[in-house]
């Protein structure tokens, strides 16, 4: 009989739950709420397809804690027990199968666009270097507590759904990745200036929702190994963050990279060295070994099963994260785990007309078509040209009718 490779090794947390294998279906946005942000049946759908296809953790694209601060159309949020039934199903069915399910929280601050949001709040009154976003807002002390009720009530609401854990997303430029910015963060209260009053934000919200749900509930982070930004979080910085969250109790930090004026995730920016080992965080996730005692996983770049056993031997991470490769191969974790020299077939998603190309949102819409065909009980389709997804995901959207004006009830 063929021995297992370390990928089918399972993993124990601090909170005392065992994840069955090192392989992880990281946040992926499923962009099929209604306009109203609310869960519906294609959750339970497309998450008991990736239980099925083996992973051991399936953390859920980003969940808003706050449904009129939505980082992209069609985004669920989860504020109150409105959808309390549905909200069960779905964490049933992502449990098929003995796997972990964890529901990624965010607040996007001011990365939430305009065509959503007309008044985004961050911590300072920063604009962001894009059209696309109206600027922000100062937040006020007493809305700053107040954001930190609301991920511990959507934390709270979740567990009782019958979710794993949550997962804080304090990457890719949103809200806590924006008190963590030196750049983003200029204010002159205890919410701003040094590493630690920039970190309390985060150290607040974890500590918020240790006390509501116990020790038992899984909490996690990603977060950016650094902002790659002038003047922004650096390296140095994302080290001390996750140390100090480590002595918290945190039970599993993901390093992820960028933001959304300065995405990472893409190929073109790799050094030779990234390249050769696939996954762009590894040099950083080696040092975050040595500084914390939590799990590490990273996520980015990941495609042969040599390069993820490769990085689990050699103790640089602890879990592997893997996004795109299963929007276009729900089953690929199974096949990691059971057969030799697999490879996932993710390619760069073209159009053909350059400056489309060059922008996130195409690959993005590409991805979101499959997530939406899957939660329809529908097969990926990969052969679908990059330009017609953008077409169907606009035209989901228009049918979905998300607007501004959404009225708090
Ligand atoms: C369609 C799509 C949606 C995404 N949504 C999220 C999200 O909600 N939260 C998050 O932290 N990352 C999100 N990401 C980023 C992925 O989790 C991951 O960090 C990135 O795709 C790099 O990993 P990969 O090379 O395995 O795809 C998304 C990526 C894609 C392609």
């Known amino acids: 009989m063929k021995k297992p490779n370390i990928l089918s090794q399972p993993l124990k947390l601090r909170c005392g739950t065992t994840i069955k294998n090192r392989v992880c279906k990281s946040a992926m946005n499923e962009a099929i709420a209604t306009g109203e942000s609310r869960v519906v049946r294609g959750f339970e759908v497309l998450y008991e397809t990736w239980a099925r296809g083996g992973a051991g953790l399936l953390v859920t694209g980003n969940v808003m804690v706050d449904r009129f601060h939505a980082n992209e159309p069609l985004a669920v949020a989860v504020e109150d027990k409105r959808d309390f039934l ?22 996007p601050g001011k990365q939430s666009p305009k065509f959503l949001n007309k ?11 894009s059209d696309m976003f109206v600027p922000p807002r100062e937040l006020k002390e007493e809305e700053i507590q107040e954001i930190i009720e609301k991920f511990t009530t959507t934390s709270i609401i979740l567990k009782e759904a019958g979710f794993d854990g949550v997962q804080l997303h304090g990457a890719h430029g949103y809200l806590i990745s924006q008190f963590l910015s030196p750049k983003h963060n200029q204010r002159q209260d205890k919410w701003g200036g040094n590493l630690d009053n920039r970190m309390r934000f985060v150290s607040e919200v974890y500590k918020s929702i240790r006390e509501k749900v116990g020790k038992k509930f899984a909490i996690g982070i990603k977060l950016n190994s650094s902002d790659f930004q002038k003047g922004g979080f650096t390296q140095e910085e994302s080290l001390l963050v996750c140390k100090a969250l480590d002595e918290l109790g945190i039970d599993m930090i993901e390093i992820s990279g960028g933001s959304w004026e300065n995405p990472v995730n893409r ?72 057969d030799n020299g697999v490879t996932s077939s993710v390619m760069p998603i073209t159009t053909g007309i350059k400056k489309l190309d060059q922008m996130a949102i195409m690959e993005i819409s590409w991805y979101t078509d499959q997530i939406r065909r899957m939660s329809e009980g529908k097969e990926p389709k990969t052969k679908v040209r990059g330009i017609w997804s953008v077409i169907e995901v606009l035209f989901h959207f228009w049918q979905r009718g998300q607007v501004v004006k959404k009225v708090r009830v």
């Open 267 to 338: 190929k073109g920016h790799l050094k030779e060295s990234t390249k050769n080992r696939e996954a762009y965080f590894l040099e950083f996730a080696e040092l975050l070994k040595k500084t914390v005692s939590t799990p590490v996983m990273v996520t980015g770049g990941f495609r042969s099963q040599s390069a993820m056993i490769e990085a689990l031997e050699t103790k640089a991470v602890d879990l592997i994260g893997l996004a795109r490769p299963l929007a276009i191969d729900p089953d690929l974790p199974n096949k990691l785990l059971n």
């Open 119 to 129: 008044e985004p709040i961050a911590p300072s009154a920063i604009p962001l270097a």
């Open 86 to 107: 549905i909200l069960q199903l779905w964490a049933k069915a992502a449990k098929t199968n003995g796997t972990q399910v964890w529901a990624q929280l965010n607040h």
